[in-house]
């Protein structure tokens, strides 16, 4: 089990936090889908830290920890 906390996330720098079993793209897309206008949505994740990109642009920081 994962705790995952998005903050500083799209225009509002809103912050999300979800627990998951399993931390892949579909379930971090889903965190995120609400907070962004933007389609072409990414992730970046080393070592329980990353980014949430927009296109090019940063959108969001991501961090992960274990349960």
Same mark, same amino acid.
């Given at each position: 089990m994962f705790e995952v906390k998005i903050t500083d996330l799209g225009r509002n720098n809103v912050t999300v936090t979800e627990?998951?079993?399993? @931390? $892949?793209?579909?379930?971090?897309?889903?965190?995120?889908?609400?907070?962004?206008?933007?389609?072409?949505?990414?992730?970046? @994740? $080393?070592?329980?830290?990353?980014?949430?990109?927009?296109?090019f642009r940063s959108v969001g920081k991501i961090e992960v920890t274990s349960l």
């Open positions: 627990d998951m079993e399993k @931390v $892949n793209f579909d379930n971090l897309l889903s965190m995120v889908s609400p907070h962004l206008v933007s389609s072409d949505i990414h992730f970046v @994740v $080393n070592y329980g830290s990353g980014y949430v990109y927009a296109g």
